[in-house]
C-alpha cells in the first residue's frame, strides 16, 4: 500500500474546458485511461437513430497521424488493452496499459479527439456500417428475447424523448447514415469542454498532469449544444432537477400503464414490468436501486424465493436499475416455466411488488441487500479500469464513497419508494411468448 | 465452507425444483444459435466423452436422485482432489491454521482419475437448420495440444496473429475490410490433456460462403508463409501485456495457479512465460500452424438459414444435418 490514501483523486480543468480526473495508486505497474465524452444516443435525432454508437465505431479507423487499424495495433505493441462502450447518456474510450506507456495512450487519445476528420472516408464509414448492422443481428435479431428491451424503452418514452429509441439504431437509419453527419457530430460533441479524462494506477500526479497538458491542451473547445435536445422539459446535465415533481419522468410516469405481448422463436415465456424512478445520482435513485437488490437480488431474494422456489412457476427472476442521466428505469422481469402464461406470471411479480409496498422488508433482507451492495462496489475497486470508470456524472469523488449513500436508507423508506414509484398504473409491460407461426420477430421501426 | 464440503446435506425436498430448472435452464441455452452450434461441435469431437456433452438431455436430469447425487460425490470428493487457493492481503499463518483446523481430518478420498478423450475430426460441414436466420452461427475446429506440450506456447501465439486479437488477421480481414461480421475471434479451449483450436463468428447469411472462404486462406497462408518480424512482436507484446493484466487481480491469479496444477506445468511457469512468448520465432509460427491447423482435417459447423446457405456451403465439405 501506498502512502497516500489509495483512493486519493485529484481534478483539473485545462483551459480548453476538458477535465481531468487522477488517481494515483502505484500497487501495480499498470495504468488505466477513461476518456469520457458526454454524447449518447439520446442527442440523436429520432430519426437518425444509432448515429452515437455507429460514430464510436469509427472512432477506431484512424485519425490524421495514426493509421486505419492501427489504433489496437498501437496498444497491443505495448502489451495493454483498450476499448469503447455507447449508452444512452455518454460515450467512453478506454485503455489499460503498462505504466510507462501511459504517454502512447494519452497521444492516442488526443489524436483522434483533434485530428480525426482528415482520416475519415465513406469506405471506412461503410465498413463499420456492414459491422455495426452484423452487431445489431448478432445482438438483437438474431438473439432469443433480443427486441424485448428495444420495445420496453418505447414504451416508457413517448416517440420524441430521447430515451424512446435503442442506442444500436434501428436498422433503416444505421443503413442510411452519412460521411457529412459523421463530421457534423464530431463537431458538436467531440470537443475537449464536454469530456471528462481519468487517469488511474502508477503515475506521479505531476507529471501526468504534465503530459496531459502537452496532448489536449492545443485542442480546440466548441459551443455546446444539450440545452438543443428537442426534450425541452428535461433540467440541464449539469443541474439536478429540485424537486420529483419537476422531472420529466414525473410526467412520463402519468402516461399509465401500457403492455405489448410479442412474439419470438423461444419456448418459455418471460415478463418485463418497467418502471419510472429518478435520475441516476438522486437520493431516491438509491433508494430504488437497494429496492431491486432487496427484491430480486439473488437465491434468497423474495422474487427468486416465491416465484422459483415456492410456487415454482418461473424458471427465473430478476430486477435491477439502470444508471441513466435524466431519467431512469427500473426493471424486473421473470421467465416462466413451460405452460405458465404471461399473464399469471405478471400477477405474481405485481403481488410481490404490492408485498414490498405494503409492509417495510425484514432487517435481514436489508442487511443481505446492503451486504451485497457492499460487495459489488469493493470488488468494482479491484480493478484500475472500473475505478477509471468510476467518473460517471462527473462525480469522481464518489469512488470508493458511493456505497456509503445506501447505508442510511432505512426499511420504511424503501417501502414508502415501491408504494409511490412501482404502482400498477404507471408500469409498462412486455410480454414475449413462443411464436404461433413461422415468421421471424420483426426490427422494423413500430408504427 | 468446510461444513458444506464435508456435510453437505442434499435435501430431497430441493431435488424437483432444481432438476425442473436444470431443464428449463438447457431449454433457454438451446434456443440461442451460439450453444446450438457449440453443443454439436462438442459431439462431433469428442463423442461420447463427457467432454462431448455440453448440455444434459432432459430424460438424464430426470434420472438423478438423492441417492445417485450422494453416491457422485462421496465417489468423487474428498482431501486428494481438492485444492484451496487464497490469494489477496491476509495473514498468512492465521489462515493456514484456520484451513487446518477446518479440513485436516477430511476424508482423503479418491486419487484423482485421469481420462482424456479420444477426438476425432473430419472436414465436414454441419448443418443446423434456423430458417429465416439474420446471421450464421460458424464454428471452424480441430482438436490439438494442451499446455502440457512443448508446442504450446508457439501455436498460442500463432493463434494470436490468426484470430485471436483484435489486430488478428482473420478479424481485419473480416470485420474491418469486408463487414461481413461483428465479432470474430480463434482461441484454444484447453481441457486435460486435450486442446480445441476453434474460430468462432456470426456471419451475415448471405456472406456465409464468402466469409469461410477468407478464413481459410488466412489460416493456409499463414501454414506456407512465416510471419513479418514486426507483426510476431507485436503479438508477443501484446499476449506478455495480457498476462500481466490478468494476474493483477485476485481472481486472475487463482486461475494461474489452478491452471498450472491441472496442466502439470512447471513451478517456474509463471516466471518463464513472457521469456517463453519471446523465444518463438517467425519459422517456428508456419511450422506449428502447419503442423496443428490442418484445414483439410477441420469440422465446420454452422447454425443457420439452410435454404439460403446450403450452395454456399458446398465448396467446404460433405453437408451433414
Known amino acids: ?447 | 465452507m468446510a461444513d458444506v464440503l464435508r456435510n453437505p446435506a442434499f435435501p430431497e425436498s430441493e431435488l424437483e425444483r432444481l432438476k425442473s430448472n436444470m431443464v428449463r435452464d438447457v431449454t433457454i441455452a438451446l434456443s440461442q444459435p451460439q450453444p446450438i452450434a457449440q453443443q454439436r461441435l462438442a459431439s462431433e469431437i469428442y463423442g461420447d466423452h463427457p467432454y462431448g456433452r455440453l448440455f444434459p438431455t432432459p430424460e438424464m436430469i430426470q434420472t438423478y436422485t438423492v441417492e445417485k447425487i450422494r453416491a457422485f460425490y462421496h465417489a468423487n470428493f474428498g482431501a486428494q482432489r481438492t485444492h484451496i487457493y487464497v490469494v489477496g492481503k491476509f495473514d498468512a499463518a492465521a489462515v493456514e491454521e484456520a484451513i487446518r483446523e477446518s479440513f485436516a481430518d477430511w476424508t482423503t478420498g479418491a486419487e484423482p482419475i485421469s481420462r482424456p478423450p479420444e477426438t476425432s475430426s473430419a472436414r465436414k460441414v454441419h448443418l443446423i437448420d434456423r430458417p429465416g436466420a439474420q446471421q450464421s452461427t460458424v464454428r471452424i475446429a480441430i482438436p490439438t495440444i494442451d499446455p502440457s506440450h512443448p508446442d504450446f506456447t508457439a501455436l498460442q501465439v500463432a493463434n494470436a496473429i490468426l484470430g485471436g486479437s483484435l489486430t488478428s488477421r482473420i478479424t481485419t480481414n473480416i470485420r474491418e475490410d469486408k463487414g461481413y461480421t461483428y465479432s470474430p475471434g480463434s482461441g484454444i479451449t484447453q481441457r486435460y490433456r486435450t486442446g480445441l483450436w476453434t474460430m468462432s463468428a456470426d456471419i451475415t447469411t448471405n456472406v456465409t460462403g464468402p466469409a469461410i472462404q477468407e478464413i481459410f486462406k488466412e489460416i493456409d497462408l499463414l501454414r506456407n508463409e512465416a510471419p513479418a518480424e514486426d507483426e510476431l512482436r507485436s503479438v508477443q507484446n501484446f499476449l506478455a501485456g495480457i498476462f500481466v493484466l490478468r494476474n493483477s487481480t485476485p481472481p486472475g491469479i487463482i486461475g494461474q495457479l489452478a491452471r498450472i496444477e491441472l496442466h502439470d506445468l512447471p513451478a517456474d511457469y509463471l516466471s518463464s512465460y513472457v521469456d517463453q512468448i519471446y523465444a518463438v520465432t517467425p519459422e517456428r509460427i508456419r511450422e506449428v500452424t502447419a503442423k496443428y491447423l490442418r484445414t483439410d482435417e477441420m469440422t465446420l459447423v454452422v447454425a443457420g438459414d439452410r435454404a439460403t446457405i446450403t450452395e454456399q456451403l458446398a465448396e467446404f465439405g460433405e453437408i451433414v444435418d
Not at chain 1, 25 to 37: F, G, Q, T
Not at chain 1, 138 to 149: E, I, M, W
Not at chain 1, 153 to 175: A, V
Open chain 1, 1 to 447: 500500500m501506498t502512502s497516500a490514501h489509495p483512493l486519493a483523486i485529484e481534478r483539473h480543468q485545462l483551459d480548453n474546458g476538458l477535465r481531468v480526473v487522477l488517481q494515483p495508486d502505484s500497487e501495480l505497474p499498470l495504468v488505466a485511461i477513461n476518456l469520457w465524452y458526454h454524447v449518447g444516443s439520446k442527442n440523436e435525432s429520432p430519426s437518425k437513430t444509432g448515429f452515437a454508437h455507429l460514430f464510436e465505431h469509427m472512432l477506431f479507423q484512424g485519425s490524421q497521424h495514426v493509421g486505419t487499424n492501427d489504433h489496437f495495433a498501437h496498444i497491443q505493441n505495448v502489451g495493454g488493452t483498450a476499448n469503447g462502450s455507447t449508452s444512452r447518456d455518454r460515450t467512453n474510450y478506454y485503455e489499460t496499459l503498462p505504466s510507462n506507456h501511459l504517454e502512447l495512450g494519452l497521444w492516442l487519445e488526443s489524436d483522434r479527439m483533434g485530428f480525426l476528420l482528415p482520416a475519415m472516408t465513406s469506405e471506412k464509414l461503410e465498413n463499420q456500417r456492414q459491422v455495426v448492422m452484423n452487431e445489431r443481428r448478432q445482438r438483437v435479431d438474431n438473439q432469443p428475447y433480443g427486441l424485448a428491451h428495444e420495445r420496453l424503452w418505447e414504451l416508457l418514452f413517448p416517440g420524441d424523448h430521447p430515451y424512446h429509441w435503442p442506442i444500436i439504431g434501428y436498422m433503416e437509419d444505421i443503413e442510411a447514415a452519412t460521411l457529412e453527419e459523421v463530421h457534423h457530430f464530431f463537431k458538436r460533441w467531440y470537443r475537449p469542454n464536454n469530456a471528462v479524462l481519468t487517469l488511474a494506477g502508477d503515475f506521479e500526479p505531476a507529471t501526468a498532469l504534465e503530459l496531459v497538458q502537452r496532448y489536449f491542451a492545443d485542442i480546440h473547445s466548441a459551443e455546446l449544444h444539450h440545452a438543443e435536445l428537442h426534450s425541452a422539459l428535461l433540467p440541464a446535465p449539469s443541474q439536478p432537477a429540485p424537486d420529483a415533481s419537476n422531472r420529466t419522468d414525473a410526467k412520463i410516469g402519468e402516461q399509465g400503464s401500457r403492455r405489448i405481448v410479442l412474439e419470438d422463436d423461444i419456448h418459455l415465456p418471460r415478463v418485463y414490468l418497467a418502471f419510472h424512478v429518478p435520475a441516476y445520482g438522486d437520493a431516491e435513485w438509491y433508494v430504488a436501486d437497494l429496492l431491486t437488490t432487496v427484491l430480486g437480488d439473488g437465491k434468497s431474494s423474495p422474487l427468486y424465493d416465491q416465484l422459483v422456489q415456492q410456487r415454482q412457476i418461473a424458471q427465473s427472476a430478476s430486477a435491477w436499475i439502470h444508471e441513466t442521466e435524466r431519467s431512469s428505469v427500473v426493471m424486473i422481469s421473470a421467465t416462466g416455466r413451460p405452460g405458465v402464461e404471461g399473464e399469471a406470471l405478471e400477477a405474481a411479480l405485481r403481488e410481490q411488488l404490492e408485498r414490498l409496498a405494503g409492509e417495510p422488508p425484514a432487517q435481514a433482507d436489508m442487511d443481505r441487500a446492503l451486504n451485497r451492495t457492499r460487495t459489488r462496489a469493493y470488488s468494482d475497486l479491484q480493478s484500475l479500469g472500473r475505478r477509471a470508470y468510476t467518473t460517471y456524472f462527473d462525480r469522481p469523488e464518489l469512488l470508493g464513497h458511493e456505497v456509503e449513500r445506501y447505508l442510511e436508507i432505512g426499511a420504511e423508506e424503501l417501502c414508502q419508494c415501491a408504494a409511490r414509484l412501482l404502482a400498477d398504473e404507471r408500469q409498462v409491460v412486455v410480454i414475449v411468448i413462443p411464436k404461433q407461426s413461422s415468421h421471424q420477430p420483426s426490427s422494423e421501426r413500430p408504427q
